[in-house]
């Protein structure tokens, strides 16, 4: 059932990229009688990475109610962060500084995608179609492709992600900040261990003097959560100063990636370092899981405030507005919540100036609150992580606190609803 009102009836809407955001706004809008067109440059559909995100189930509550994912999309539910530390006496699985409470359900990265992209309208998806410039006009905005041909919508929505090309064009000024260090990701079937147990605790979080690793199950590509046949996803957060990053980021082709070296780009020699490097860094349990792991990949650190999510008729969703630091999980629902937002004000707005202010600022102030929690955790769990191994869960919790203010808003879906 859709919900469409005059506003959003027949509005032309342009979306620029069709992975998690991209999806999620064009369903919605479309839903609202929008005629959506969504540009998306990869050729085919988006290839799972294989790894994992974790989301608070209020969220996912939400985006059931609002027909975004399936009601029995497949997730585990965690209720610990168990961090632990290596030392000389716990080599194996690491001293156990704290069982933090938390309640996170983990999910698959493609089967949210997949749940999504199942709900846009065929028609209104367009693959192999690379945005190469975006312009804002008194009665519009303009969305060019590579092949010179142009579209004019009412408005344009830039979900294209962290290097977005519509958050460069509307704030050529700003440059993402690089954080010093970078995410090396992986993932592992679980039948691979021998011991795979160690992990059903919940969400295992290993510190060590520049970083952290974090280890936890997801659900395998299929959807299944039996145990035996789920995934062990996990990232480790690795300092690469920034004077050395274009060597680190250089791909097996001689090449350097800008902000990431996805799988098969990396090539063996820095595999084999990070792998050496975390056989001093973890206990000997995850040290040998990542070791047994290929086709790992990696993406710089960065963060970056906006200030604005919208000026004039094109707006930033999702990653290509504000985005954040991944320690938060909060990538993926940023999104989503963003599109949530925007079907909501333009489904109850008086006019589309009226509706995009109105997104504009709750928006903006929400993406970065997020970011700069994002940079309060990246500095407590990395930059300045104290050595959990002379700690217990008393102090943690004292640390945790001291250095880390939750902000409840940022979990909590956009509380207008936009029932389809
Ligand atoms: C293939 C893929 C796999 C991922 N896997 C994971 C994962 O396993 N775990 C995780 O936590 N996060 C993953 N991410 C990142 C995650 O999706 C984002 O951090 C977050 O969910 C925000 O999503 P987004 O849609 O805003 O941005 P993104 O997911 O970055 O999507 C941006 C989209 O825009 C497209 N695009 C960019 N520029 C243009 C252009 N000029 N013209 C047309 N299209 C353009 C890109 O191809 C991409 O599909 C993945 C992203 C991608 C693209």
């Known amino acids: 059932m859709s919900q469409s009102n005059t506003l959003a009836s027949g509005l ?12 999620a706004v064009a369903t919605l809008l479309s839903r609202i009688g929008c005629e959506v067109t969504l540009f998306e440059r990869s050729g085919e559909e988006l290839k799972d990475r294989g790894a994992g995100l974790g989301v608070p189930p209020s969220v996912i509550e939400t985006y059931i109610e609002h027909d975004l994912i399936d009601a029995d999309i497949p997730y585990f539910r965690a209720g610990t962060f168990v961090r632990r530390w290596r030392t000389p006496a716990e080599a194996y699985r690491g001293y156990l500084a704290w069982d933090q409470p938390t309640n996170v359900l983990l999910m698959n990265w493609g089967m949210l995608y997949r749940n999504l992209r199942r709900r846009v309208p065929n028609a209104s998806y367009r693959t192999a179609q690379r945005v190469t410039r975006i312009d804002n006009r008194s009665d519009g905005a303009v969305v060019a492709l590579t092949d010179g041909v142009q579209h004019i919508f009412d408005l344009v929505v830039c979900a294209d992600g962290y290097a977005s090309l519509g958050r460069h064009y509307l704030f050529p000024e700003i440059i993402p900040r690089y954080a010093g260090y970078v995410l090396w990701r992986g993932a592992l079937d679980e039948s691979a261990l021998a011991d795979a147990a160690v992990l059903e605790s919940g969400i295992h979080c290993l510190g060590y003097r520049s970083g952290h690793g974090i280890f936890y199950f997801v659900p395998n590509a299929d959807g299944s959560v039996a145990r035996g046949t789920r995934l062990v996803n996990w990232g480790i957060y690795v300092p690469v100063p920034a004077a050395e990053l274009p060597a680190f980021l250089t791909d097996t082709m001689g090449v350097i990636r800008e902000g990431s070296l996805p799988p098969g780009a990396m090539p063996l020699a820095t595999e084999r370092a990070l792998k050496d490097a975390t056989h001093q860094r973890l206990p000997s349990f995850y040290a040998n899981l990542v070791e047994r792991c290929e086709q790992t990949f990696v993406y710089a650190i960065y963060d970056c405030e906006v200030p604005a999510y919208c000026v004039g008729r094109i707006a930033l969703a999702g990653d290509a507005a504000a985005f954040a630091r991944p320690h938060s999980g909060a990538g993926a629902l940023k999104g989503m919540n963003d599109a949530v937002a925007l079907a909501d004000a333009l489904r109850t707005g008086t006019s589309l100036d009226a509706a995009l202010t109105e997104w504009n600022t709750a928006r903006t ?9 994002g940079n309060q955790l990246g500095r407590a769990l990395v930059e ?21 203010t939750i902000p409840a808003e940022i979990f909590r879906p956009p509380t207008a609803a936009t029932r389809t």
């Open 384 to 404: 300045e992580i104290p050595d959990w191994s002379t700690m217990n869960a008393e102090s943690m919790e004292r640390w945790f606190t001291a250095s880390v």
């Open 12 to 23: 032309k809407v342009g979306v620029v990229g069709g992975s998690i955001t991209g999806c």
């Open 365 to 373: 102030a929400s993406g970065n609150q997020l970011v700069r929690f």
